[in-house]
């Protein structure tokens, strides 16, 4: 029972380089979200996909894109990574119509950009 | 204004004993959902508990419990006779509304136990 399933789990980029996080959830669930995660700030929302076919700014959006590749899969692309990029991306997803639309969240992307 | 807020940066407490991890929140929604997550060393984050505005009752999940006081707009998590794997970032969420509404998170708590 996978869940929600990351990849990869570290990456190191240079400046300016682009790259995609995957993320696939084997719930069922309808909603996707891409969170980051740096010291002291807690977990901060990039995009989430509330269903298939739609996707939405967060608290954090820019120098993000995210493609919801179908009901499993979604995933986040950086164009040109700066080091501000630098920090844990997590995937997670739920599905509204359950009790309290509980989040689950994959094992995270380290990634540092130099 | 800070829509979690979590004030205790760390916690200390000894193998078996209980403790609670303090949560505030700000909203104006009268439906709203609160959620503790768990992030051990490893670094996943580990649904523990959840507690639904119109809940009557404290959310309980085995040790964990949820103290609701929605007058004073806290949601602590309480944990009973703690192990040395409660060793972790405790993080407080909420969301707001009903539906795919997203999770607001506080900044965290550490907290450490110790035999």
């Known amino acids: 029972n996978a869940g929600v399933t990351q990849t990869p789990k570290f990456q190191v980029l240079k400046t300016g380089q682009s790259m995609t996080l995957q993320c696939a959830q084997d719930m069922n669930h309808n909603s996707m979200y891409w969170y980051r995660q740096d010291p002291g700030m807690g977990l901060r929302l990039i995009y989430y996909?509330?269903?298939?076919?739609?996707?939405d700014k967060g608290e954090v959006p820019n120098g993000y894109n995210v493609s919801r590749l179908n009901k499993r899969e979604f995933s986040l692309r950086l164009e040109s990574a700066a080091p501000s990029q630098t920090s844990v991306y997590f995937c997670a997803s739920s599905e509204a119509a359950r009790e309290g639309n509980i989040q689950y969240f994959g094992a995270g992307t380290r990634l540092s950009v130099l | 204004a800070q829509k979690i807020t979590q004030t205790q940066p760390g916690m200390f407490v000894q193998e078996k004993e209980a403790v609670t991890l303090d949560c505030t929140y700000d909203?104006?929604?009268?439906?709203?959902?609160l959620f503790w997550y768990k992030q051990p060393s490893s670094g996943e984050m580990i649904f523990l508990i959840y507690q639904g505005s119109y809940d009557q009752q404290n959310a309980t999940e085995g040790r964990y419990s949820l103290n609701f006081q929605k007058a004073r707009k806290s949601a602590n998590l309480v944990i009973s006779a703690s192990q040395l794997g409660d060793s972790a970032m405790y993080f407080c969420?909420?969301?707001?509304?009903?539906?795919?509404?997203?999770?607001?998170f506080g900044k965290g708590t550490m907290l450490l136990v110790s035999p």
């Open positions: 909203t104006s929604d009268p439906s709203y959902g």
């Open positions: 996909s509330a269903s298939e076919g739609t996707t």
């Open positions: 969420a909420m969301r707001e509304g009903r539906g795919y509404s997203t999770l607001t």
